[in-house]
């Protein structure tokens, strides 16, 4: 049964450092999306893309935040700088499309660790 | 306030218990999403709903439109269906997470 992919499943970084999480749709889906989970919260919401741009985003999307699908197959989250506050795990999930009959199917999640 | 409240926020039951979880959202919705997260973190979706009623295996899932609320039950519970429950509703694409519900059962 297809899935959505994350790499790495555990990133340790330094504040202030760069980090790039990456996925791998569901092949056949259209629409992408960003969560997070801190630890012990809810999940929220952080961007959809769909068509190579940015459909929606949620407030904690900021300048700090970037999404790009660089190939047919990969769909990666930029964090720059980080802070220690982004530390959490970051899901992604893929769709085949939006409307109300259309599930996500979610990745494994890459812990962010910040330190 | 938040847009989407679980209750119980934390359940234990005895194995065999018939339980029940449920969910109030306060947001116009296309779709209701019962998900369940295991400890080592990933989620998968158990059922997407807009109306009435679905089963899968020992889970039913229920929603009432016009009470805006939604529940999950499972009947015959078993260790293996100790999780983290998450209700979650639709707006656009994008989901509205609820705070989830830790169940543990207990053999």
């Known amino acids: 049964e297809p899935e959505v992919t994350q790499t790495p499943s555990h990133q340790v970084t330094q504040m202030g450092q760069e980090v790039i999480l990456r996925c791998v749709p569901i092949s056949n889906h259209l629409y992408f999306y960003w969560y997070r989970q801190i630890l012990g919260q809810k999940v929220e919401f952080l961007v959809s893309f769909y068509n190579n741009e940015i459909s929606e985003k949620s407030e904690i999307f900021d300048d700090q935040f970037s999404v790009e699908r660089p190939d047919g197959s990969n769909f990666t989250l930029k964090i720059r700088s980080t802070k220690l506050e982004d530390s959490a795990m970051y899901f992604c999930?893929?769709?085949?499309?939006?409307?109300?009959?259309?599930?996500?199917?979610f990745g494994p999640g890459t812990r962010l660790t910040v330190l | 306030k938040n847009e989407v409240e679980q209750s119980p926020q934390n359940l234990t039951a005895q194995e065999g218990e018939f339980i029940t979880i449920n969910c109030s959202y306060s947001?116009?919705?296309?779709?209701l999403h019962w998900l369940q997260q295991h400890p080592g973190g990933g989620i998968v979706s158990l059922f997407m709903?807009?109306?009435g009623k679905k089963k899968h295996g020992r889970l039913i899932a229920t929603i009432n439109i016009q009470e805006k609320h939604s529940s999950l039950h499972i009947t015959a519970s078993h260790p293996r269906d100790s999780a983290v429950y998450i209700c979650a509703v639709s707006q656009g694409g994008k989901l509205i997470f609820g705070q989830g519900t830790e169940l543990s059962v207990k053999p």
């Open positions: 947001v116009g919705i296309s779709a």
């Open positions: 999930a893929s769709s085949p499309g939006t409307s109300s009959y259309n599930e996500q199917f």
């Open positions: 709903l807009s109306s």
